[in-house]
T-cell receptor, first 114, second 115 residues
Framework: AQSVTQLDSHVSVSEGTPVLLRCNYS??????LFWYVQHPNKGLQLLLK??????LVKGINGFEAEFKKSETSFHLTKPSAHMSDAAEYFC????????????FGPGTRLSVLP | DTAVSQTPKYLVTQMGNDKSIKCEQN?????MYWYKQDSKKFLKIMFS???????INETVPNRFSPKSPDKAHLNLHINSLELGDSAVYFC??????????????FGPGTRLLVL
């Protein structure tokens, strides 16, 4: 069975400084990994995903994540935070089985200070 | 234009009532899902349908019954609503639902409040 840990429930950064949101996963098989963002009172939007191709994945809005199998991690980074990045971020693991069962992490709330 | 839509957006009702939430996707996807997001923002899958066939049915009270009249629609009916059913319910869809690599596209959510 797969599971996801997001090590920080809340991260606060200043505008223009780097963002690091941490994610560790557990999976019995080769996983696919996703990061989704949820702005207040909105639905979820895909930021990026890893599906066994390049381990460094680039997403929308300047975000990227690196898959590290040895560390079972998929941390999300951005070089320079913008006020509009303030939102809830979810790391998701999916195993390659029929039905595509997404398992969500508990989420990290990102605050961006002016 | 909206890829995955849900109605209603907000639903306030009394305990014991029966209510339905509707979901439609215009992406031509084969697979649709229902998720529940609790007050702590934790998201958990409830059901998954592929071409109108139930694929995933997590441990959900049988007061919840999904219905898929066609592959573009997946509705959620809830009987005898309880206080603990208050949550945000998200519908999602993905192209085929197999392989575990597909992006799921989420609707805007339905905020259910049971009084």
């Amino acid at each position: 069975a797969q599971s996801v840990t997001q090590l920080d429930s809340h991260v606060s950064v200043s505008e223009g400084t780097p963002v690091l949101l941490r994610c560790n996963y557990s999976s019995s098989y080769s996983p696919s990994l996703f990061w989704y963002v949820q702005h207040p009172n909105k639905g979820l939007q895909l930021l990026l995903k890893y599906t066994s191709a390049a381990t460094l994945v680039k997403g929308i809005n300047g975000f990227e994540a690196e898959f590290k199998k040895s560390e079972t991690s998929f941390h999300l980074t951005k070089p320079s935070a913008h006020m509009s990045d303030a939102a809830e971020y979810f790391c998701v693991v999916s195993e390659r089985n029929y039905g595509q069962n997404f398992v969500f992490g508990p989420g990290t709330r990102l605050s961006v200070l002016p | 234009d909206t890829a995955v839509s849900q109605t209603p957006k907000y639903l306030v009702t009394q305990m014991g009532n029966d209510k339905s939430i509707k979901c439609e996707q215009n992406l031509g996807h084969d697979t649709m899902y229902w998720y529940k997001q609790d007050s702590k923002k934790f998201l958990k899958i409830m059901f998954s349908y592929n071409n109108k066939e139930l694929i995933i049915n997590e441990t959900v009270p049988n007061r919840f019954s999904p219905k898929s009249p066609d592959k573009a629609h997946l509705n959620l009916h809830i009987n005898s609503l309880e206080l603990g059913d208050s949550a945000v319910y998200f519908c999602a869809s993905s192209p085929h639902g197999a392989g575990g690599q597909e992006t799921q596209y989420f609707g805007p959510g339905t905020r259910l409040l049971v009084l």
